[in-house]
């Protein structure tokens, strides 16, 4: 069984976009703490390349217990593809490194978020991951991403996904995308990773808390 994960990044992270040791090693190449101007990322790197880790040890929060559900999967031969969408890197891989940022699309106008779209081809991206043969997508993004991956009038549309795309997010996700998506309403980001974790507990028969 192959399966592909795509969620959302969380602002937590690990060393802090304010860590310390961080700001100064930017600060001594007269850098500020990395927001959207990834066209700066060799500036960054070259400042503070000691700072960088896989995105998968980058973010905290959520994406720990999204780990801990995928782990559990591998472990009982299920192939999983991770990806994490993030407002500073685009559509990431579990393995891609990244630097601690400060950026977020909570509260930014869509306009901003689809120009960030369109600049770094994340609806591109998504679509040719979903056209993959994977057996299930599970989708797990904030409301406000949506535009990121979804733009139908553009032919992004998740609705159309080949295959079983399952979407575990806020109710208006299932009325934003339709089409023939399995949909898991919740409002909670820990509800969410319940959801996930559940969802593979019921594909793998393997109880989580016992990983």
Known sequence: MRMLVITSAPAYMEPSPRNKWYLEALGKAGLSVPTSDIENESLYLG????????????????????????ECARSQGIKVDLFIVSPRYGIV???????????????????LIRQFSEKMRTREVAGDLLRKDYDVSVLMINRYELPVLHEPRLGFDLGKTP?????????SLSKAIGGDAKFVPTKSLGERVDLFLNFIDAITGTTLKDF
Do not use: M, N, T
Request: hydrophobic share 40%; net charge positive.
């Open 47 to 70: 400042a503070a390349s000691s700072f960088a880790k896989q995105a998968r040890d980058l973010f905290g929060g959520y994406i720990k217990g999204v780990l801990k559900g995928i």
């Open 93 to 111: 891989a579990e393995c891609d490194q990244l630097l601690p940022y400060a950026f977020s699309f909570s509260k930014k106008p869509k306009g």
């Open 163 to 171: 295959g079983r795309l399952l979407v575990i997010g806020a109710p």
